[in-house]
Structure formats: structure tokens, C-alpha cells
């Protein structure tokens, strides 16, 4: 690894904390959980000061709006935004993490122009269609139809776990676009704006008491062909594209965080978990350091298995971290509402799951960083 910050990293870091420093106290307290229009409007109106000074789709290249930083840069805003306590990405993740890179891999001019500026603006908010009831870790045996139909497509069938599809403008939505070909070849990735006639948002009580996530349901939705990314029944190769976005850089910003809140634990904690605090702080910084390494490799063009164990080993982490804050609080454990520590457990159970199981990871890891026989199909 050579990682050294440059008198202009340092540059940048200086002025992006002068800009935290003036920006944050104006910020308005944070919405309620379930206060959906207000924190749609909370976490929009972030990302829209976040495109006014400059560090919007700070990863994205200049020409489709962003800035273009270099990978040390985009480190030392990870760095910076979590020592001011900043907010987070919040309900447009799917948008400004991987939708929006998938549309500037693989969109067209017309989509581009239509998209990344708004994504960038916080005027767009994106959700994530793929899962379906019967096709999670197996996604590729997804059944929602689209049938072609003149210009368009008619989409019908059932998608889960959509997160903030609720509050969403837009999908990136998994289609079968050929019932009749091997399941990964008959699958095409649409832009589907979520107030078509036809669809149905139901939203799903989670564990937290919110509703986080949605089923979707789609009946005869008409989907122009021109919303198509990618070519028809290429779908799992634009997939691919979304998914090395989703699983690699989207959980930087989430392990600074769990740092954060590792700090926060140690202020309440009792010298008893002293040990336990301190594996889960070095689990966190070990992290950190492969993140270092992944960027590190990545600025000079070359990948190593470091991003493809970034999100097992980082949710795992997290999970034993989250099963440590509840031991701490003891009985305080009990009073779920607004103790974040408690949310921290409650949310990190789901987190091996999210994003890819950590039993596909492992097939994952195991086939394609260690070599070992495939998993038989
Ligand atoms: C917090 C959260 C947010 C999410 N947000 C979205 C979203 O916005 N959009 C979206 O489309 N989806 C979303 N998902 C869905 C997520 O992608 C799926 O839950 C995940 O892919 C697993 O699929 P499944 O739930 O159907 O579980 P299943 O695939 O049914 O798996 C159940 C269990 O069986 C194991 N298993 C399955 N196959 C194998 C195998 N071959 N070998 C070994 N073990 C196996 C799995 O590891 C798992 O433990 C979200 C999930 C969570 C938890």
C-alpha cells in the first residue's frame, strides 16, 4: 500500500472542514422515523448543499457533474464528514451510490442528461427493484415479466425489499425480458419512474417499527423501451455493473460511521467490556486500512480481493459490534425509541443478508479469490 496525503489532499481537507464547520450548525434537527415527506425533504436538502459547495458525486466524473476527486481525496471526505458528525447519505443511497454509476457506465446520452444532474441535485431519489419473493441470493431466477409492446414495455409481477421505495421517483428495476432463455440471459435493467399507473407501493413494519422497506407490485405498467439500460436480455451484465458498486464502495461511509458509534459505546461503557470494545474498534481499523489498500491499488489501476471481502467482513463486524452495545446497555437496552445503540443491534441484524448474503459472499470469495470448485448448479 503507498498512501500518503499530498499538499493538495491537504488543501482540500482544509477547506472541506472549514465548510462542515459553517455548514452543519445551520442544519435543522434531524425528522422522525416515520416522518417520510420530511426526511425525504431532510436528506435531499443535504445532498443539494453538498451540490452547491462542490462535493456532490464527489467519485463521478467531471463531465456527468461530479467532481472527479481522486481516490485519496474521497477518503479524506470520509474521514472529515465523520469527525463533524455529518449526516449520511440517506433515502437517495441507491441514487448517488450505485444507480447513478450504473447509468454512467452503461447509459445512454438521453439518460444521462435525464438523470445524473437531478440525482446530484437531490431533485431524483432512486429505490432498487431486484429481489423478488422467490429470487434473492438466486436473483437471477427473477420472474417479473416485461413483455415488449410497441414502443413499450408491459411490466407485471412482484418486487420486495425495495428500500425507500416509498419515497422514491425512480426504480432500477430487474425485468424478465425472455421467459424462454437460460435465467441470466433473458433479463433486462429498466428506469421505471415509480408513478406509473399500475404500480402499488406497500410499505413493510420492520423490526425498528419503521417502515424502511416496501413490496412493490406491478400490474400492466408501461414502461417505455427507450428506459431500457443496456441492450435487451443484457440485463446481468448491467447488473454486475450495479452490484460492484453496491457491495465495494457503498459501505465506506457506513464503516466510518460504525467508528463513530464505537466512541460513542466507549463513553458509557464499564471497564468489564473494556476488551470486547477494543477488538471491535481494531475490526473497524483493520477495515479502514484494507479500504486504504482497495483505493490505494485502485488509483493505480490494479484490484485485489480486497473489495470482494470488504462486505462480508465489514457486516459481520458490525454485527458483533451490535451485539456488544445491547450487552452494554444492560437493562437501558430495554427502551428501544431513539437510543441509537439499540437501533445499532436491532438494524445490524439485517445487514448479513442486505446487498448478498454472507453465504453467497463466501461462494463468492471461495470461487473467485481462492479458486476453489465451483458450487454445483
Ligand atoms: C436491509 C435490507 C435492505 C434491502 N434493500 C433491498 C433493495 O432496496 N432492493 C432489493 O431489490 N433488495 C433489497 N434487499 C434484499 C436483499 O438483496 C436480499 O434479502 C438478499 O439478496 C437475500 O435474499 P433473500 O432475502 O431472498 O434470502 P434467500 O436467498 O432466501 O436466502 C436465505 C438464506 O439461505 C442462504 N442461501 C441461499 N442460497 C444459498 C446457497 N446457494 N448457498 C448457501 N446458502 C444459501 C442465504 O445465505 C440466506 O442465509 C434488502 C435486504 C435487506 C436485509
Known amino acids: 500500500m503507498e498512501l500518503r496525503y499530498s499538499e493538495d489532499d491537504e488543501a482540500f481537507r482544509a477547506a472541506l472542514r472549514a465548510w462542515l464547520d459553517a455548514t452543519l450548525p445551520a442544519l435543522a434537527p434531524q425528522p422522525g422515523r416515520e416522518a417520510w415527506d420530511e426526511r425525504r425533504k431532510w436528506d435531499t436538502d443535504w445532498q ?80 432498487q427493484g431486484f429481489s423478488e419473493p422467490n429470487a434473492g441470493s438466486d436473483l437471477a431466477s427473477l420472474r417479473t415479466r416485461a413483455v415488449r409492446d410497441g414502443d413499450d414495455y408491459v411490466v407485471s409481477g412482484q418486487k420486495i425489499w425495495c428500500s425507500f421505495g416509498n419515497v422514491a421517483d425512480v426504480g432500477e428495476f430487474l425485468v424478465r425480458t425472455d421467459p424462454d432463455a437460460p ?47 443496456g441492450a435487451e436480455n443484457d440485463g446481468w451484465r448491467v447488473t454486475n455493473v450495479t452490484l460492484k458498486y453496491e457491495r465495494g464502495t457503498a ?72 451485539e456488544l452495545c445491547l450487552r452494554v446497555l444492560g437493562r437501558d437496552g430495554l427502551h428501544v425509541d431513539g437510543n441509537e445503540l439499540v437501533e445499532e443491534r436491532l438494524r445490524t441484524l439485517a445487514l448479513p443478508i442486505a446487498a448478498g448474503a454472507s453465504q453467497i459472499q463466501r461462494n463468492i470469495i471461495s470461487e473467485r479469490v481462492l479458486g476453489m470448485p465451483r458450487e454445483p448448479r
Not at 410499505?203 to 406491478?218: A, D, M, R
Not at 466510518?256 to 464505537?262: F, G
Not at 467490556?273 to 493505480?300: H, I, M, P
Request: net charge negative.
Open 48 to 127: 443539494r448543499r453538498l451540490f452547491d459547495a462542490g462535493y456532490a458525486g464527489l467519485h463521478w466524473p467531471k463531465e456527468y457533474g461530479g467532481r472527479g476527486a481522486s481516490p485519496t481525496e474521497q477518503l479524506i471526505f470520509y474521514e472529515e464528514t465523520t469527525r463533524a458528525r455529518a449526516p449520511y447519505v440517506g433515502v437517495n443511497f441507491v441514487g448517488t451510490l450505485h444507480a447513478g454509476p450504473t447509468l454512467i457506465e452503461e447509459g445512454t446520452d438521453e439518460q444521462k442528461a435525464a438523470h445524473l444532474p437531478k440525482i446530484l441535485r437531490g431533485d431524483e431519489v432512486w429505490c
Open 183 to 229: 435465467k441470466h440471459k433473458g433479463i433486462s435493467w429498466l428506469i421505471l419512474p415509480m408513478d406509473l399507473p399500475g404500480i402499488e407501493i406497500r410499505p413493510i413494519k420492520t423490526v425498528l417499527g419503521s417502515s424502511e422497506f416496501c413490496e412493490v407490485f406491478l400490474d400492466d405498467v408501461r414502461v417505455p423501451a427507450a428506459n431500457r439500460v
Open 251 to 322: 459501505f465506506v461511509s457506513e464503516l466510518v460511521d460504525a467508528m463513530r458509534l464505537c466512541e460513542d459505546l466507549a463513553r458509557i461503557s464499564s471497564p468489564q467490556y473494556e476488551g470486547e470494545l477494543g477488538r471491535c474498534l481494531a475490526e473497524f481499523d483493520a477495515l479502514w486500512s484494507l479500504t486504504k489498500r482497495n483505493v490505494s491499488q485502485a488509483a493505480r489501476g490494479t484490484t485485489g480481493p480486497g473489495a470482494m471481502v470488504m462486505k462480508l467482513a465489514y457486516s459481520e463486524a458490525r454485527q458483533r459490534f451490535g
